[in-house]
C-alpha cells in the first residue's frame, strides 16, 4: 500500500465491531459445553498455583498449549481471518506460542517463583481471565452469548498465560531463554488486541493493556544495593 | 431539475406477482407492490448504457465472515437494492469476505439481470492479476465482470494493458481505476489524461472536494465516468451532521436526512455518474436509494450546501 503512513487506524479496520463480537458468539454456540471444561481446568490451575506446586505448573503450561492450539485454529483462523486476514499470522504465532508452552511444560528445571508480588501478579491475572473477563460482554453493553471465556477466546487466555508464565522461574539459560519469549509473544498480543479495540471504539482495549502492564511491573526487579550503600560517608 | 419516471402500474403488478412465484417474502411483494419511483441514471460516457445514481458499496459491511445469519441480512440488503431499481455492486479482494457474501446474496437472488459488477484487482504481482480475478468471478458466480478496476493504483502499469486485452477479448465490458482518500491524484490524472479507461472511482463528499478543482472536470473531457466512494467518509460525515437539524434547502430537494443530503451534493454533479453508499441495514439502503430520486440540486445549491455544511 502507498502512502502508508497517511492512513489512520481505523481506515484500515476492515470490519464492523457487531461483526467482530459475533464472531465470539458463533464460536461460543459452537464449542459449547466446552466452556465449561476449560473454566474447570482453569480453576483448579488457580488453586495449584496458589500452592506453589510445580506439577500444577507443569499441568498448566500444557493445558495451555492445548488452549493457544484450539485459540488458533477454531477462532483465529476459522473465524477471525475470514473478515481480517491478518489474523491468519496470528494463528501460526499463537500455533509457536502453543509448541513452546508444550516446551516449557517438559523442561526439568521448571519450578514455582520464591517472589510474593511475583506470584500475586500472576494470580491476579488468572483470576481476571477466569471470572471477570467473560462479564465485559455484559459491562459494555453487549450479550453474555459474546463474552470471551478463558481457553477459548485469545484475550483471557493470553491473560491467563501471563499469569502463569509470571508465577513461572527457570534454572538454566534455555529455559529462562524460552520463558521471556513466551511472556514476550503474549505481550505482543496485548497490543495487538489492545490497537483493535481502540480502534473499533471499544473502552475494553484498556484491559490487555493493563495485563501487560501488570506482567511487566511484576517482573520488575529493583537493582540490588552494593554493600555499605546505606552507610553515610563521616 | 429531472423528473424521475414511476413504474407503469402493469409493472407493479407483474413484479408483486414475480415476487410471490418466486417465494420472496411478502414485505418483498408488499414492497414492489408500491409505486416504486425508477432511480435517475447517468449515460456511461464510453457507452451510453445507464446506470442508477445510487450503486452499492461493499467495504466493511458486507466482511461478515461466516456468520449464515449476517450473511442471509445482507442477501436482504441486496433484494432490497434491486427492489429498488440499484445496479452497480462494488467490491474487491481487499475487502475481506465482501466477494462470497456478495456471492450469496446474488445466489439467493438467483442472480439479477440487473446487476452491473464492479471489481477490482488488487494485487503488486500483475502476473497474479488473472488467478485473482478468476477467485472474484468464483466468489461472485459470475462468467464475467461488467467492470474491472485497478485498485489504489496498484501495480496500475502492469495491469491496465492486461484489462485492456480482457475488454478487446470480450471478458470484460468496462476498464476502470480507483483512489480513495483522496490520495495520489497527480497520478491519477496523468492516468485519466494518457490511458483509454471507461471508469474511474475517487472519494468525493460534502468535505471532500478536492476532486472537483482538476479530476472531475478532466473526467467528464475525457468522458470517463465516476464512481464516487465514501460519499459518507465512511460514516463520519453523517456522525459529525446528525446533531443539526437540516437545513431548509434539504426539503426543497426532497431529502429527508443527511445520508440523502450527502448522497445528492454528490450525485447531482454533472461529472459524477454513480455514487456507491455501503449499507448493512435496510433502512439506510432505502434512505440511500431515496436520494436517487426527486429533483436534485443545481450548481448553486451545491454550493451552499458545501458552504453551509462546512460551517457547522
Known amino acids: 500500500m502507498s502512502e502508508w503512513w497517511t492512513y489512520r487506524p481505523v481506515d484500515l479496520l476492515m470490519f464492523a465491531p457487531r461483526t467482530y463480537w459475533r464472531l465470539f458468539e458463533l464460536h461460543n454456540e459452537t464449542l459449547w459445553p466446552l466452556q465449561l471444561a476449560t473454566t474447570l481446568a482453569g480453576m483448579a490451575l488457580g488453586l495449584g498455583l496458589m500452592r506453589g506446586s510445580t506439577r500444577a505448573l507443569r499441568a498448566g503450561a500444557a493445558g495451555l498449549a492445548l488452549c493457544w492450539a484450539l485459540v488458533a485454529w477454531a477462532f483465529l483462523w476459522r473465524r477471525y481471518a475470514p473478515i481480517q486476514p491478518v489474523a491468519a499470522v496470528f494463528a501460526i504465532a499463537f500455533g509457536v506460542q502453543a509448541l513452546g508452552l508444550l516446551a516449557l511444560s517438559a523442561a526439568h528445571d521448571l519450578r514455582g517463583t520464591g517472589q510474593r508480588v511475583r506470584r500475586g501478579s500472576g494470580l491476579a491475572l488468572l483470576a481476571w481471565a477466569l471470572l471477570a473477563h467473560p462479564l465485559l460482554a455484559l459491562a459494555t453493553g453487549r450479550p453474555l452469548a459474546q ?28 529455559t529462562r531463554a524460552l520463558l521471556w519469549t513466551l511472556r514476550l509473544l503474549a505481550l505482543a498480543w496485548c497490543l495487538v488486541s489492545a490497537a483493535t479495540l481502540w480502534t473499533m471504539g471499544s473502552p475494553q482495549g484498556w484491559v490487555p493493556l493493563a495485563a501487560a502492564a501488570l506482567t511487566l511491573g511484576g517482573l520488575w526487579r529493583r537493582p540490588h544495593r552494593r554493600a555499605g550503600a546505606r552507610v553515610k560517608a563521616p | 431539475m429531472d423528473t424521475p419516471s414511476a413504474f407503469s402500474p402493469g409493472r407493479r403488478r407483474w413484479l408483486a406477482g414475480a415476487a410471490m412465484a418466486t417465494g420472496l417474502p411478502a414485505w418483498a411483494g408488499r414492497a414492489l407492490a408500491q409505486p416504486v419511483q425508477a432511480p435517475q441514471t447517468r449515460p456511461i460516457p464510453s457507452s451510453g448504457e445507464a446506470l442508477p445514481v445510487v450503486g452499492l458499496g461493499s467495504w466493511i459491511t458486507f466482511n461478515v465472515g461466516n456468520d449464515p445469519v449476517a450473511r442471509d441480512a445482507c442477501a436482504e440488503v441486496v433484494r432490497a437494492f434491486f427492489a429498488e431499481g440499484g445496479r452497480l455492486i462494488d467490491s474487491s479482494p481487499m475487502y475481506g469476505s465482501s466477494q462470497p457474501t456478495i456471492g450469496h446474496a446474488l445466489a439467493k437472488l438467483r442472480h439479477p439481470a440487473a446487476l452491473f ?16 480475478m478468476a477467485a472474484s468471478r468464483a466468489f461472485w458466480g459470475l462468467q464475467r465482470f461488467d467492470l474491472m478496476q485497478v485498485h489504489n493504483l496498484l501495480a496500475w502499469q502492469e495491469h491496465l494493458p492486461r484489462l485492456l486485452e480482457m475488454k478487446a477479448a470480450g471478458r470484460l465490458r468496462y476498464v476502470g481505476i480507483t483512489t480513495s482518500h483522496g490520495r495520489r491524484h497527480a497520478e491519477l490524472e496523468r492516468i485519466l489524461r494518457t490511458q483509454p479507461i471507461d471508469f474511474v472511482q475517487l472519494s468525493h463528499s460534502l468535505l471532500d472536494r478536492e476532486a472537483e478543482q482538476r479530476l472531475l472536470p478532466l473526467a467528464r473531457e475525457r468522458r470517463i465516468a465516476v464512481i464516487v466512494n465514501r460519499p459518507f467518509r465512511q460514516g463520519d460525515l453523517l456522525d459529525q451532521l446528525r446533531r443539526h437539524p437540516l ?59 458545501a458552504r453551509d455544511v462546512a460551517a457547522l
Open chain 2, 117 to 132: 459488477s464492479a471489481e477490482k484487482v488488487w494485487v503488486g504481482d500483475a502476473a497474479r492479476g488473472a488467478g485473482q
Open chain 1, 147 to 174: 463474552a470471551e471465556l478463558f481457553g477459548l477466546a485469545p484475550d483471557p487466555t493470553v491473560i491467563a498465560s501471563l499469569g502463569l508464565l509470571l508465577c513461572a522461574q527457570a534454572g538454566t539459560r534455555v
Open chain 2, 247 to 305: 437545513p431548509g434547502w434539504a426539503r426543497e430537494i426532497g431529502c429527508d436526512g443527511w445520508a440523502q443530503v450527502a448522497l445528492k451534493f454528490v450525485v447531482s454533479h454533472p461529472a459524477v455518474t454513480c455514487a456507491i453508499p455501503a449499507t448493512s441495514q435496510l433502512t439506510h439502503l432505502r434512505q440511500n436509494m431515496g436520494a436517487a430520486r426527486g429533483p436534485m440540486p443545481d450548481a448553486a445549491l451545491r454550493a451552499r450546501m
